[in-house]
């Protein structure tokens, strides 16, 4: 496969932005609040979800072999996959590009005529902008997911994977809610809301001639779809509507059946402390003849964007073990400040810095790499054990490599090189790997200290600047031993 | 539930007679006095610690930024400041972590690398597990907090051994802050790159050791206290960092510890 990113694509530009993003963003305290909040919240859920570490770790190596296993596979798991869901009726079909995938997903819905679409939660379809492309085709689409259906009414995108709306509090749900919901009953009580947004969404699934859902693991096997949800909306929008489409990143398949309970099992833990589910639909085919319930068709769109340049690079490959549970970001100290919209990408947090710059090239996206203190909180709890400071480390080499240097692994190589930067860095070399150059560095730092400067740029917006000593332990420790000498001979002497 | 982690887990050699003390390019520049305390402490135990002149940098700023030639130049040059089959004494979890863990990757898996990797141990690990150290509290009584750095936390399990040390202080008590296991921003070149960001969470951070309303907060890390006094500074709090080698030596001589800027 080729890999051709996508010029259009409407997140290159808001990734672009990321710095500015930042500065509109930590200066927001209602939304600092939130997330902070929300994720202590959800952190607190996923320690309580484990009864031992070991239980854990043994899980979570499992999770990581299965998904390594899975990868090393997966030309192969996706040509069976291809095979037993056509045994089954469900028709595949191949994007390489996110246009690709809107195209074959319109042209789906024209043929049935269709003109209302029904959506449950789908990142993969955020990564398309999907209904953006299909509203500009005249069919409307309904998030169905009570975040999704939140941040569609905001006109926003999801600021978390698992919950999209989680950057608003219920004070500011009932507001949209009131502004946007024909006879809505104020009220600030959770339950109330989510009832008063559920009548609405329960009208619109009677009613839509499409359903359109994501995938959690698609498996080679038996040729089955697998959908963690618990709202219910999943199931609704699989089963009423006669048209069902489903999209899915191509690293979704897994390849045995026998391999969905350990990684549901640290999915729906890692992600809300949940033991399960509430609902888990399992998707073998369209209805069969007698069945009184279920979509004439269902299709399966597989979506590369990227993937498999990820895919060609044995270290960045890990990047595609993610199975989207958000525990990265629910402990990342960065996002818990900047909140999920900083990012400007779909994906944002930690998995946002590991797979953006694979949809997006590195040079929409070099910021994203270096927005991390490398302080290893995600690494420690993603469940099938990415390591994702090391990954990032990668993405910032790839990012400051010459543009020429070849292989080139990566679209946008190169992207953050400074050639001002790559020289402090030569320089930095040749002064530490040469223990004189380095010693009269020092001596130059500590007898001239009087000149450092107290403004040190971004550092002392908020701290001071740091004093070098007057001497360095370097000559410290040379004084120390020469007086320890001269003792001794004098000593010798007087003896 | 404490995350299980087991990158840190090894077997530890006897106590030796000598060690190198590997005094990290921040120690040397601007904090020479911890380096001077972690050698007497170590002395005071009856080791001999060697010094080697040569040794400058670990190679973690370069590593960190995405230049892994120069990384690499300069983590081979400090490999070779080594040779003595002994330990390697880092007082710094970051860096230690970078000697111990990143080389190999740095600089291939062959024997020599491998070999000098193993011999790398942080400064209170080394004391914990090397030296079995039981330190004599001879200070006035007192209550301090502890912040270990994420690579000292992740990598070497100072969050462990600091803690143990601390808990063995008879008039020391240690009181743990809100969020003690968050990052406090520092990272490197990302407190330049992404100013705002870790100006964000040195914030927080220095929020909630004040909150603790201790005199003295201990670290093994000078670029994480570097970072969190320097801001604890910029908002006039009294409040200061001090350096595990050099708070332990002062409770042992029975000095008051004075924190370091």
Redesign the interface.
Known sequence: MKHIIEEESKYAASAKAFRAN??RD?GNEELRSNFRGAMDYLMDKR?GA?S???E??VLREQCKLIKQRCLAKLPHLLEQLEGNLEKNGIKVHWAETITEANEIIAQLIAQKKGKSVVKGKSMVSEETALNDYLEERNVECLESDMGEYIVQLAKEHPSHIIMPAIHQNKKQVAKLFADNIEGFEYSTDVDTLIQQGREVLRNKFCQADVGISGVNFAVAETGTLCLVENEGNGRMCTTIPDLHIAITGIEKVIEHLADVPPLLSLLTRSATGQAISTYFNMINSPRKPGEKDGPQEVHLVLLDNGRSQAFADEELRQTLQCIRCGACMNHC??YT??GGHAYGTVYPGPIGKMISPHMLGLEATTNLP????????C???CPVKIPIP?IL?RL??????PKSQQPEVMKGQGA?RNNV??LI??V??Q?????KF??LS?WG??RFRFLMPKKL?????????????A????????A?QKKAKQEKQSQHGRG | ??????QHLRDYPKKPKQVYLF?T?I???????T??DA?ELLEREGIEVI?P?????C?Q???????????K??A??QVKQFPLDIPVVVVSGSCGGMMRHHYL?LLGDDPEINNFCQRVFEFTEFLVHVLRLKPIDQGPKERVALHTS??AR??MGVHITGNKLISQLANVELVIHDYE???C???????????????????DKSKHLVATDVVRYVSADHGCM??IN??L??QKQSLRGEHIASYLLNRIKGNSSKGS?
Not at chain 2, 61 to 71: H, I, L, Q, T, V
């Open positions: 930042v500065t930590l320690k484990f031992s570490e070991e854990l770790e100290p960065v400040r900047i270096t927005a991390s203190t490398l302080c290893g909180a690494g420690e709890v090391k480390l910032r080499q790839e990012s400051v490599k953050g930067e790559a860095w030569k930095w070399a002064v530490h790997k040469s223990p380095y010693a020092m730092l500590t740029g971004g550092w002392t917006s908020v701290r001071t600047a740091p004093k070098p000593a001497a360095t332990l370097h000559e410290r420790i040379n120390k | 539930m404490q995350q299980l982690n087991t005094g390019c120690v040397d520049s601007f904090f020479p006095d380096g001077m050698i010094y002149q040569g040794q400058s940098c190679g700023p370069a590593y960190n930024s995405g230049y892994k030639d120069e990384a130049a300069v081979m040059s990757d994420c690579a992740r990598e296991s968050e990052c921003g520092f990272g490197g070149t990302f407190a330049v790159k992404h100013a705002d960001i870790s100006a964000a969470m040195v914030a570097m970072n320097g801001a500074d910029y800027l």
